[in-house]
């Protein structure tokens, strides 16, 4: 038998707000700070302070294993989405709460948008919407966002990162 914890739930709760409203705050010194006629008192963000909030142990990171759970639909074990295969080996990625992405698009269908493809704006491939099958839109790839294609959305998305 487990007890539910409501103090610790209320404390987590708290931490998660404040964490917001700092972000808040950094996004509108970013955008102060860009815009053209600048207000009297701006200030400069460092990277530092757009660190992940685990990194710099402002908020207490769930170890793992906490954060994997099997997809209801398929039953294989799913990872957050800023996880990455490396961190938990085995896993696929969770698309909703509950899902894989797989199990999503299932749930939802084909898409019936009209087909559009856009070329990428880093190699040039054609690229069509993520819900829409190669079938719908032969010889295009997935396009992520950004309009970007998955590869080198990914291949981005691994050089913010590092
Ligand atoms: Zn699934
Ligand atoms: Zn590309």
Redesign the pocket.
Known sequence: MSTFDRAAWDARIEAKRALAAHFRELDAAVIAAKSRRPARRTRRVTAAEYAPPWSTGRIERKPVAERLRP??????M?RPSDMTLADAPGT?CRMSAD??????RAARGPSTAAVVTRPCPSCGRPTRRSDQSVAQAPGTVVRRHGGMCDTCARRRQAEVRS
């Open positions: 997809c209801v639909g398929c039953g294989r799913t696929i899902r894989c992405a797989t199990c999503v």
